[in-house]
């Protein structure tokens, strides 16, 4: 029987063409070209295997934006955020991320009519800007050094720190002096700093919503700490905030807070603009007290895309995207836009958290007051773990991860829920009900003797 073709010579039917009578192969390019709807569909169907990322409750990254807002993006894909030459809209808007990202943390001296009196630079998330800050301050213990051995730097941290604090210690050779936490301690103290440092001490990283809990960790009083021993003759240590969860929600929830640039000790931070800067993924800032705080060695000037470009990052070319996405949220929203949002996130975040708390096996660790991230555990011996209720809920589509807690607290597993914006009240209510039955489903298991919780280890 003659298969009928349309005119462009792929079939009509949309599952008999190539994509149901060849193989694509996966790890070789094929040796003909694809029509493109065909290649469009066979990508298309594939990625239907991915979880929802609306209901992925594991990730502080961003997955919603107006449909505004992604139109902007997918005009300036194709923008080399490098290229400010070629490209000065991009370039400028750029500037202005970076004056409005450090009038938000107080940096102090802004000239509100010049876009360069801001010290900092757009990254490709938070990652890229703990390197650039690490760097900047490795650079200004060594200069301050001035003919006294530099050939041991260490950085003083939790061992709640996200992972790129460990890359950037292994990378740039600075020895990581690691803080251990507790059983009921997620978070560094001021004591733990002051035991740790030393003169070859480069900097203290303190974090403003770590990875594990969401806890804010104790900045001013860390500073205050750092500013007596400094005082009484002991070494000037800077110190650095990891705003990367923070940054974005702190200053509309609690802005008399201190913890940014109004402590005159800070003299950096980095912020993640696609996690509560509301932005798809890959856009960061680092931002410094002010110049002084960035060695003019790390910076680097090139001509060769027409004018100088000073630049300090670990990468060149990137899209410009992100940034203009970054920016239309900024214009968008505004701080009274940003405000209700993180309003909203943490309302709907208590409210989770209080139903938590209504269960007999449950444990609220955090509550999502401080930023709208929610953190339990499960009471000893209820006959099951986290890691069953995490297995469940996946059953039913929620990603909600679970995992145990950094150094000397590693018995301690928990699961965490990240409320982002996309995630409405009806939403939570709905995530409620699904844990209220796991937690049900997984009692009356135990009581009937086939729990089987420990068939999934960490």
């Known amino acids: 029987m003659k298969r009928i073709t349309h005119p462009d010579g792929f079939l009509a039917p949309a599952y008999t063409a190539r994509l149901d009578t060849e193989p694509v192969p996966a790890l070789r390019l094929p040796d003909s070209e694809m029509h493109p709807e065909v290649a469009y569909r066979y990508i298309h169907d594939e990625l239907m295997l991915d979880g929802s990322s609306r209901l992925n409750l594991a990730t502080f990254v961003t997955t919603w934006m107006e449909p505004q807002a992604e139109r902007l993006m997918a005009e300036t894909f194709d923008k080399n955020m490098i290229d400010k030459d070629e490209y000065p809209a991009t370039a400028s808007i750029e500037e202005r991320c970076v004056n409005m990202v450090a009038d938000l943390f107080h940096a102090p001296d802004l000239d509100p009519t010049d876009s360069r009196s801001a010290t900092g630079v757009s990254t490709i998330g938070s990652s890229e800007a703990v390197m650039l800050a690490g760097l900047a301050l490795k650079w200004r213990w060594r200069e301050a050094r001035s003919g006294k051995d530099t050939t041991k730097p260490n950085l003083v941290l939790g061992s709640n720190v996200q992972v790129v604090w460990e890359k950037f210690c292994k990378y740039f050779d600075v020895e990581a002096k690691y803080l251990p936490m507790t059983p009921d301690r997620y978070v560094i103290t001021p004591e733990q700093v002051l035991d740790a440092v030393d003169e070859n001490t480069i900097g203290v990283v303190a974090i403003l919503g770590t990875t594990y809990t969401g806890e804010l960790e104790p900045i001013a009083e860390i500073a205050a700490a750092l500013d007596k021993l400094a ?159 995490s297995h469940e809920l996946r059953t039913g589509g929620w990603q909600v991860p679970a995992y145990t807690m950094p150094a000397d607290a590693e018995d301690v597993a928990v699961l965490r829920i ?40 960490h």
């Open 418 to 457: 990240v409320f982002r914006e996309g995630f409405s009240a009806d939403l939570g209510h709905m995530l409620m009900v699904a844990i209220k039955a796991v937690v049900a489903e997984l009692r009356q298991r135990g009581l009937n003797g086939h729990s089987h919780a420990a068939h999934f280890a």
């Open 231 to 389: 005082a009484d003759g002991g070494p000037d240590i800077p110190l650095h905030v990891d705003a990367a969860s923070g940054g974005f929600v702190v200053p509309f929830l609690d802005p008399d807070l201190l913890w940014d640039f109004r402590v005159p000790r800070v003299v950096s931070i980095n912020a993640s603009g696609h996690k509560y800067g509301l932005t798809y993924p890959g856009i960061g800032f680092v931002v410094w007290r002010s110049r002084e705080h960035l060695p003019e060695d790390l910076v680097f000037h090139v001509n060769y895309l027409g004018g100088d470009m000073p630049t300090f990052t670990l990468n060149f070319s990137r899209p410009g995207n992100q940034v203009v996405g970054q920016y239309y949220n900024f214009i968008r929203l505004g701080r009274g836009g940003y405000t209700a949002i993180m309003e909203t996130l943490r309302d709907t975040a208590v409210r989770v958290s209080g139903k938590l708390a209504e269960l007999p096996e449950v444990e609220v660790i955090t509550d999502g007051s401080a930023i709208p991230v929610v953190t339990f555990k499960l009471q000893a011996e209820c006959g099951f773990t986290v890691f069953d209720i």
